[in-house]
């Protein structure tokens, strides 16, 4: 198992940027995909970002440009580097593992861990 613990919300205007961690439990942690998914009030969670084992990344649509995943194996953290924020983004961001046995984040099946999540609040 793993557990996950977000840290970096907050607020921000709009065009400027915030940094989200996630320190990550175990020693497994290279074996294990990573990424972020946001749930804005009134909405279903949706994916944001994920970042595989080896560090190849992907980004949904409405982030990619803005938002960059990254990770640091010998840290156990992940990041999300969030820039040109816009009010859209704002939501509770949370942090998601699954073990590379089980695919990466975006496909069926398998075991996911959550953190419990952080808010971020973009104002206009």
């Known amino acids: 198992q793993v557990q996950l613990v977000e840290s970096g919300g907050g607020l921000a205007q709009a065009g400027g940027s915030l940094r989200l961690s996630c320190a990550a439990s175990g020693r497994t942690f290279s074996r294990y995909n990573m990424g972020w998914f946001r749930q804005a009030p009134g909405k279903e969670r949706e994916f944001v970002a994920r970042i595989r084992s080896a560090g190849s990344a992907y980004y949904a649509d409405s982030v990619k440009g803005r938002f960059t995943i990254s990770r640091d194996n010998a840290k156990n953290t992940v990041y999300l580097q969030m820039n040109s924020l816009e009010p859209e983004d704002t939501a509770v961001y949370y942090c998601?593992?699954?073990?590379?046995?089980?695919?990466?984040?975006?496909?069926?099946?398998?075991?996911?861990?959550w953190g419990k999540g952080t808010l971020v609040t973009v104002s206009s």
């Open positions: 998601a593992a699954k073990s590379v046995l089980d695919g990466t984040l975006l496909d069926p099946g398998g075991v996911y861990y």
